[in-house]
């Protein structure tokens, strides 16, 4: 009687035909619920939620226990000093970059009604002359 190693028999072989990897370094073919659209994994999704509804075993965050959840993610967070200074930071280049703007906008705005009114001193002037 042949033994499997005499007869070839290996079962870890990647040779036969239905080895999931290739020996081109391919990714494995999609299998189950990875292989299924999206709009399919919804569907099969939703179904879930609905029988575990109707069955009562459904879980729903009520406000105060989503309130805690938040506060515990916060203050986790909130441990990381490097983290929240880096936020700080963005927060005031953003600000401080918007401010920025909206000066710049509002001196090129006013710098072309200055000059279409000329300078206010000229604008009383013209008042004058109308007046005399």
Excluded: C, L, W
């Amino acid at each position: 009687m042949a033994t499997s190693k005499e007869s070839g028999g290996n079962k870890n072989s990647t040779s036969g035909g239905n080895a999931q990897k290739s020996g081109s370094g391919s990714a494995p073919a999609k299998r189950g619920f990875a292989a299924m659209d999206q709009n399919q994994q919804r569907e099969i999704a939703s179904k879930g939620g609905q029988a575990a509804h109707q069955k009562g075993t459904a879980h729903e965050f009520d406000s105060e226990e989503a309130r805690r959840a938040g506060q515990k993610g916060g203050e986790a967070v909130s441990r990381n000093r490097e983290h929240m200074a880096d936020i700080g930071r963005k927060g005031g280049e953003s600000r401080q970059s918007a401010a920025r703007a909206a000066a710049a906008a509002n001196n090129a705005d006013g710098a072309a009604g200055a000059a279409a009114k000329g300078s206010r001193q000229g604008s009383k002037e013209k008042a004058r002359d109308k007046t005399e």
